[in-house]
């Protein structure tokens, strides 16, 4: 039975690793779940984590796509009918369906860590190259796989027969039967806690402690379907998994609550076209809830919140933080978030915003006993999720800075 739609299916997870630092530009292109639907459709989707944008057309033209993986750049995805590893940018441009080619033979999951890609060939082996397509290696490791592949900061995880697999990263100390797991289908994804997989006997979404532990393959009910979920991808915040014949997605909190089997309905015009595997990048979203003032220190503070770990940064640019950055206006300052929570940023003038408070109070207090100076401050708050999917995103505030200050009397 695990073989049964692997011309249409196979997994690959968006793994989520360790925290990636801001090296990057901003980008607008995370929120999203994406997933291979192969021949005749031949094209990958995606819609955003909420279910809304939905585009089954996002990339076209492929052979008979399977696995599919993103990190912070890039989307990248296994081929079978070309029998080729491609790769594109986020935002679906930039299309290289030769990225990889040497060493691809029947190629089902995939997966990325920041310096490396793996896939699973047919012939019971696990490939791999840098991440820049560099020195394929075809038979990195011997191992039997089905549908699909999963990467963490220190170990690889491929499904096979009734277990997950195990490897650490550089291919050795294999272990083919690290998680003896009910029912599997499709998997695995992981998260820095649970391994998760489609159960197409229960029609359930599993999952076990990535530490290993005691499997629950009833973790979710993922509905009722006639062949089960065609795949599963996890981020900070949800579970999702597809139905190939009923063209829907599914959603649950991370934590299994609140299961939502259509969050893309078959129901609509088209629905999910034959969703099959399935990646997720983090969601990115900054909300600002309120900025306060200080006026006796001439200071403020950015009230916000994120909706799963990550580093924050705020600065007075609108690239990552500037470590030269010798003209600064305002206080650099850095968070690192562990869960989806609301922090608080300070607001401190430097440098010539600093000076340019002084010189407006100095100058009245000269002419009158109260003083008050106004400086328009444009900061921006930088945010990277957690995890080698997380896509960096910035959000720029205008905070007016005002410091009001009283001459003694003599």
């Known amino acids: 039975m695990i073989f049964r739609r692997f011309a249409h299916a196979g997994l690959a997870a968006a793994a989520l690793i360790a925290l990636m630092l801001l090296i990057a530009p901003p980008r607008a292109h995370g929120n999203f779940v994406y997933w291979s639907s192969g021949s005749p459709n031949s ?48 935002d679906g441009g930039g299309v290289n369906q030769d990225f990889i080619t040497t060493g691809v033979t029947n190629p089902s ?57 195990r490897a650490t990263l550089d291919g050795t100390a294999v272990d083919p039967n690290f998680a003896p797991i009910p029912e599997p289908f499709a998997g695995p994804a992981v998260d820095p806690n649970f391994l998760y997989w ?72 088209t629905g999910a076209t034959n969703p099959s ?45 500037d470590v030269n950055a010798t003209a600064a206006a305002v206080k650099q300052v850095g968070l690192t978030i562990t869960q989806a929570s609301s922090f608080s940023l300070p607001v401190k003038p430097v440098g010539k915003t600093a000076k340019k408070l002084n010189k407006q109070i100095k100058k009245q207090l000269k002419k009158k006993r109260k003083a008050k100076a106004k400086v328009n401050q444009t900061v921006y708050i930088h945010f990277v999720p957690a995890g080698v999917a997380g896509v960096p995103n910035t959000q720029q505030v205008n905070v007016m ?5 009283t001459k003694k009397k003599k």
């Open 401 to 405: 800075l005002v410091r009001t200050k």
């Open 198 to 269: 489609a159960s197409d006997g229960g029609n359930t979404v599993g999952r076990a402690p990535v530490g290993g532990g005691a499997p629950d393959g009833n973790f979710i009910a993922a509905g009722t379907m006639s062949g089960g979920p065609s795949g599963v991808a996890v981020n900070s915040q949800y579970v999702f998994w597809g139905d190939y014949d009923a063209k829907t997605v599914g959603r649950a909190n991370i934590n299994g609550s609140s299961p939502n089997h259509d969050l893309i309905s078959g129901a609509a015009i």
């Open 43 to 90: 094209s990958i989707g995606r819609a955003k984590v909420n279910g809304a944008g939905l585009n089954n057309s996002f990339i076209t033209g492929l052979g008979n796509p399977v696995g599919v993986a993103v990190d912070s750049k890039f989307i990248y995805w296994s081929d079978m009918g070309t029998n080729k590893i491609g790769r594109a940018n986020l």
């Open 277 to 321: 595997l399935f990646a997720a990048a983090p969601s990115n979203k900054i909300t600002v809830n309120s900025v306060k003032k200080n006026k006796k220190k001439g200071n403020a503070t950015i009230d916000a919140k994120v909706p799963g770990p990550g580093q924050i940064t705020l600065n007075q640019t609108n690239t990552p933080p």
């Open 109 to 165: 999951g995939i997966a990325v860590t920041p310096s490396t890609v793996y896939w699973g060939n047919g012939n019971s082996t696990i490939g791999r190259a840098n991440i820049d397509g560099t020195g394929p290696v075809g038979n990195f490791i011997n191992a039997a796989t089905s549908n699909g592949l999963a990467a963490d900061s220190s170990f690889l995880y491929f499904l096979g027969g009734l277990t997950i697999g």
